[in-house]
């Protein structure tokens, strides 16, 4: 394929398809596709609820249009997967999604056409699960009449300094000529570099691990909160005096949620166990950053029982319900399972977070967001997420709590001064 005929449509516009879908119609004529009608006007209407790209950045991108037909996916010659891959209420990999997007691709792909995928995926996924979908629908032979790629999607939610083209990316394809025409489609947008890697299965697994590494070292900082919290040690404090040494990975304990580290992990975990190993410290670090949000609860009433608060009918509020800081992602966030530990104690919460949508919210989770904060409201209050509104506000965040309101910081936002509030 001629990388000057190329042709674009990215299936899927969530926080990794639509930054991709912008960059690529700098070069090449783009398409983007979603199966969610609203998520297409809004687009059309120059607007991104996943606040990833600007109402700038979307007029500024001519060749670039939107559309829920898939009959105009027909006219793209490279067509990019970027659905997403969650887990089900088993904690394994549920991928119905990338499944129907290959029987999608089946239904448009032409000869010469080259699918590239992107979803995190256990290795082999692609080769093993999605491509013979597009063979058995299309009818076409794989690596004679199409052809495919891998590349792990690298965006980092609510990052500005570091967007997609800043962010090196690893390549794949299925032939050798293939991974070379991957590497250099990518090569024209990605200006932090390629790395080609030498399969798509170690594409694939590169990904995983990437995700399952930082679930692991987050999984040992938890551990440590939890044992230092036993011996009466500030485990921010024993962070920053570890740091001071230059390879200390200064990590900080917290929940685990997202689509990637929380969930991720759980992918290698299945494709391990169907081979025949047992991947101990990977499922061993999943259970303790599942289990983190009883650990915080447990914290924060022993706290309050320690100034003598009544716990069943306390009022508290936690800030922040997105998965992390200065984004609207919701999915899988481990907030949740913070509110329903402190729920089971017999307390009332409050949610206030202004990155989150309260419509998805309640679609989702069902709970409902106050739109403001009362003062002198709460007998205690969980800073749960580091959005730069909460930081902004720094010690105010005392005005709405009562007298002798419990203040549990998760994520190191107010100032030491204060020993009274309570740390991880």
């Known amino acids: 394929m001629q990388m000057e005929n190329t042709k674009i449509a990215i299936l899927g516009l969530g926080y990794v398809g639509l930054p991709l879908a912008v960059a690529f119609s700098k070069y090449f004529p783009t398409l983007g596709f979603d199966i969610k009608t609203g998520r297409i006007e809004e687009l059309k209407q120059g607007k991104d609820n996943t606040r990833e790209v600007s109402e700038a950045e979307l007029a500024a991108a001519p060749n670039l249009t939107f559309s829920c037909n898939e009959d105009d996916l027909k006219a793209a010659n490279v067509l990019i997967v970027t659905v997403p891959t969650p887990i089900d209420d088993h904690r ?13 691709l089946g239904r448009v792909v032409n000869k010469g056409d080259v699918v590239i995928y992107e979803s995190t995926v256990y290795p082999g996924a692609t080769e093993e699960e999605c491509i013979p979908v597009v063979e058995k629908v299309s009818g076409l032979v794989f690596n004679q009449d199409f052809y495919a790629g891998y590349s792990p999607e690298r965006i980092n939610p609510g990052d500005k300094e570091r967007p997609v083209t800043k ?3 690893v390549t794949s394809g299925s032939t050798p000529d293939i991974a070379d025409f991957v590497d250099q489609l990518y090569g024209t947008i990605i200006e932090a570099g390629t790395h080609k ?4 299965k170690v594409a694939e697994a590169s990904k995983i691990i990437e995700n399952t590494q930082r679930d692991v070292n987050i999984a040992l900082i938890n551990e440590l909160s939890m044992i230092f919290s036993l011996l009466g040690i500030d485990t921010h404090d024993v962070i920053e005096a570890a740091a001071t040494k230059w390879n200390f990975i200064k990590l900080q304990p917290g929940l685990v949620g997202g689509h990637c ?14 081979v025949g190993h047992i991947p101990d410290m990977i499922r061993k670090a999943r259970e303790i950053n599942d ?5 915080v609860a447990s914290k924060l009433i022993k706290a309050m029982i320690h100034k003598g608060q009544l716990i069943k009918g306390a009022k508290v509020l936690v800030m922040g319900m997105t998965f992390k800081e200065n984004c609207p992602d919701i999915r899988n966030t481990k907030v949740i399972d913070l509110i329903t530990e402190l729920k089971n104690y017999g307390m009332t919460v409050d949610i206030y977070d202004p990155y989150a949508d309260p419509e998805e919210v309640v679609l989702e989770y069902g709970l409902n967001l106050i739109k403001n904060i009362s003062e002198l409201e709460y007998d205690a209050i969980i800073l749960a997420v580091a959005h730069e509104s909460f930081k902004q506000l720094g010690d105010d965040v005392y005005k709405f709590g009562k007298n002798g309101c419990t203040l549990l910081d998760m994520k190191n936002i107010l100032s030491d001064k204060d020993s009274d509030v309570v740390r991880l």
């Open 92 to 104: 394994q990999p549920d991928l119905t999604p990338l499944v129907k997007a290959s029987e999608m």
């Open 167 to 169: 962010i090196m990316k």
């Open 197 to 200: 890697a030498s399969s798509i």
């Open 261 to 274: 580290i929380g969930v991720d992990p759980y992918y290698l975990v299945h494709k391990s166990m169907s």
């Open 291 to 295: 289990g983190m949000a009883r650990f």
